[in-house]
């Protein structure tokens, strides 16, 4: 970020005004005392005197009324000067404390955890520096192919601006510097701004790469003029919100990396891990319950060797979007290991999840039809306190629920046995689309294996 060089040391202001005084009040001392030694000399020479004196009055005269002239005139020089220089002055005040703004906000930007933290320190600068304009702030989403509204003020309540930014409807990304949006026939004007509006953007950019939108509106007839005297102020609020912007996503970033699988999205292990001992806590002190369901997909390795690590890695993604548009806000869904998937439901029942892993099988086999190919998963479910009271317990029980579901004919869903030896299994093809039913651990449905 170009920061802004402070302004010059100024005087005093106390001082300042001082020296205006004096020269105000010497000018008219000058005035007065020209027209009192005039007034002298007009005096003298109606007393009468003799021809030299006569010249020496003469000469006196014209150097009197000389200085006079040259007070009246400098006078009126003198007071615009000095309105000049308050004005001056004034500018100067003004610049420093715009420049301080700037550093403060700067400052508060590196305390910035998130984009609301940023969104406060912007709207709290900028309500000083960009006095009387409306602002909106846009910022890349995770996939960049849109901005998205993040903070936005002070618009015309029939004119705000709208939610998203495509970066190809916008001609400030696309030039990568400052575009006005003039009213009027031809102007050349952003796809995403209304037509009777009159806007300035500022692409944010940091570190080489454009991280987001400012977005700064005015209205009435002197619109553009406006907008024109505070571009520069709002080009450097935008450098200064630019690298906040630009630490905020390479935090998140970092974050993101450090929690969830790159390939799939889904949460990594070792954030199941933390998950499942705070979800376990909570159950116990709340009397509620926790389920776990273990998933791997059927003979993948077979899957990558006739298709290709491709399509295996398709098939991957495409389930794991398949889990999570199926499940619960308060659900965890992670990624436990090659093609083994862990699915963590907080204040679920043994019947609960098996009924949940039952919708997921029969979406997850729905993607054969795409991809050309037998696609289909086991599962695997246990629960706290149905199945288990112990948290070390409870993902091995569903891993050994998961394996009799293998060995039981793949495409099913199995749960661990309760502690009085029996165990719920879901039949898929019983009568009745969501039908369960508790079975010996003898009693096994197979279905056809179909891969």
Same mark, same amino acid.
């Given at each position: 970020?170009?920061?802004?060089?402070?302004?010059?040391?100024?005087?005093?202001?106390?001082? @300042?005004?001082?020296?205006?005084?004096?020269?105000?009040?010497?000018?008219?001392?000058?005035?007065?005392?020209?027209?009192?030694?005039?007034?002298?000399?007009?005096?003298?020479?109606?007393?009468?005197?003799?021809?030299?004196?006569?010249?020496?009055?003469?000469?006196?005269?014209?150097?009197?009324?000389?200085?006079?002239?040259?007070?009246?005139?400098?006078?009126?020089?003198?007071?615009?000067?000095?309105?000049?220089? @308050?004005?001056?002055?004034?500018?100067?005040?003004?610049?420093?404390?715009?420049?301080?703004?700037?550093?403060?906000?700067?400052?508060?930007?590196?305390?910035?955890?998130?984009?609301?933290?940023?969104?406060?320190?912007?709207?709290?600068?900028?309500?000083?520096?960009?006095?009387?304009?409306?602002?909106?702030?846009?910022?890349?989403?995770?996939?960049?192919?849109?901005?998205?509204?993040?903070?936005?003020?002070?618009?015309?309540?029939?004119?705000?601006?709208?939610?998203?930014?495509?970066?190809?409807?916008?001609?400030?990304?696309?030039?990568?510097?400052?575009?006005?949006?003039?009213?009027?026939?031809?102007?050349?004007?952003?796809?995403?701004?209304?037509?009777?509006?009159?806007?300035?953007?500022?692409?944010?950019?940091?570190?080489?790469?454009?991280?987001?939108?400012?977005?700064?509106?005015?209205?009435?007839?002197?619109?553009?003029?406006?907008?024109?005297?505070?571009?520069?102020?709002?080009?450097?609020?935008?450098?200064?919100?630019?690298?906040?912007?630009?630490?905020?996503?390479?935090?998140?970033?970092?974050?993101?990396?450090?929690?969830?699988?790159?390939?799939?999205?889904?949460?990594?292990?070792?954030?199941?891990?933390?998950?499942?001992?705070?979800?376990?806590?909570?159950?116990?002190?709340?009397?509620?319950?926790?389920?776990?369901?273990?998933?791997?997909?059927?003979?993948?390795?077979?899957?990558?060797?006739?298709?290709?690590?491709?399509?295996?890695?398709?098939?991957?993604?495409?389930?794991?979007?398949?889990?999570?548009?199926?499940?619960?806000?308060?659900?965890?869904?992670?990624?436990?290991?090659?093609?083994?998937?862990?699915?963590?439901?907080?204040?679920?029942?043994?019947?609960?999840?098996?009924?949940?892993?039952?919708?997921?099988?029969?979406?997850?086999?729905?993607?054969?039809?795409?991809?050309?190919?037998?696609?289909?998963?086991?599962?695997?479910?246990?629960?706290?306190?149905?199945?288990?009271?112990?948290?070390?317990?409870?993902?091995?029980?569903?891993?050994?629920?998961?394996?009799?579901?293998?060995?039981?004919?793949?495409?099913?869903?199995?749960?661990?046995?309760?502690?009085?030896?029996?165990?719920?299994?879901?039949?898929?093809?019983?009568?009745?689309?969501?039908?369960?039913?508790?079975?010996?651990?003898?009693?096994?449905?197979?279905?056809?294996?179909?891969?």
């Amino acid at each position: 970020m170009n920061r802004a060089t402070p302004a010059p040391r100024e005087a005093p202001r106390e001082h @300042r005004g001082t020296s205006d005084a004096q020269v105000f009040w010497t000018v008219m001392l000058v005035i007065v005392l020209s027209i009192v030694g005039i007034a002298l000399q007009l005096a003298e020479r109606l007393q009468g005197a003799s021809a030299y004196s006569d010249l020496v009055f003469w000469i006196q005269l014209v150097i009197g009324t000389m200085i006079l002239i040259g007070a009246i005139t400098a006078g009126p020089l003198a007071i615009r000067v000095m309105n000049q220089r @308050r004005a001056a002055t004034a500018d100067a005040d003004n610049s420093r404390k715009q420049v301080e703004q700037l550093f403060q906000m700067t400052d508060m930007l590196q305390s910035s955890m998130d984009y609301a933290d940023a969104n406060a320190v912007l709207r709290a600068t900028a309500e000083h520096l960009l006095l009387g304009f409306g602002v909106a702030l846009y910022v890349f989403n995770n996939s960049r192919d849109r901005l998205d509204l993040s903070a936005a003020w002070n618009w015309p309540e029939d004119k705000l601006p709208p939610d998203t930014v495509a970066p190809s409807h916008c001609w400030a990304l696309k030039r990568g510097k400052l575009h006005t949006n003039r009213a009027g026939p031809g102007s050349l004007r952003c796809a995403h701004q209304d037509a009777n509006i009159v806007t300035t953007e500022i692409p944010m950019m940091a570190r080489g790469e454009v991280h987001g939108l400012l977005v700064v509106q005015a209205g009435g007839q002197d619109a553009e003029t406006r907008l024109d005297v505070a571009s520069h102020m709002a080009g450097a609020v935008a450098d200064a919100m630019s690298l906040a912007l630009s630490n905020i996503g390479l935090g998140e970033k970092l974050r993101t990396q450090a929690l969830r699988d790159p390939l799939t999205g889904l949460y990594n292990r070792r954030y199941m891990e933390d998950v499942l001992e705070r979800y376990v806590s909570l159950a116990q002190r709340t009397g509620s319950a926790v389920a776990a369901i273990m998933i791997d997909l059927d003979h993948f390795k077979r899957l990558n060797d006739e298709h290709g690590h491709a399509v295996g890695d398709a098939v991957l993604r495409e389930a794991a979007t398949a889990i999570v548009g199926a499940i619960r806000q308060c659900d965890v869904a992670c990624r436990y290991g090659g093609e083994e998937l862990v699915l963590l439901l907080p204040d679920s029942t043994l019947t609960d999840a098996v009924s949940k892993a039952e919708m997921i099988r029969i979406l997850i086999e729905k993607l054969s039809d795409v991809h050309g190919a037998r696609i289909s998963a086991s599962f695997g479910v246990a629960a706290i306190p149905e199945t288990t009271t112990q948290v070390s317990d409870l993902l091995g029980m569903a891993d050994a629920a998961l394996y009799k579901a293998k060995q039981g004919g793949r495409n099913r869903v199995n749960s661990a046995p309760r502690p009085s030896n029996s165990q719920e299994r879901y039949d898929p093809e019983s009568p009745g689309s969501d039908s369960r039913r508790l079975m010996a651990p003898s009693a096994v449905i197979r279905r056809k294996d179909v891969g």
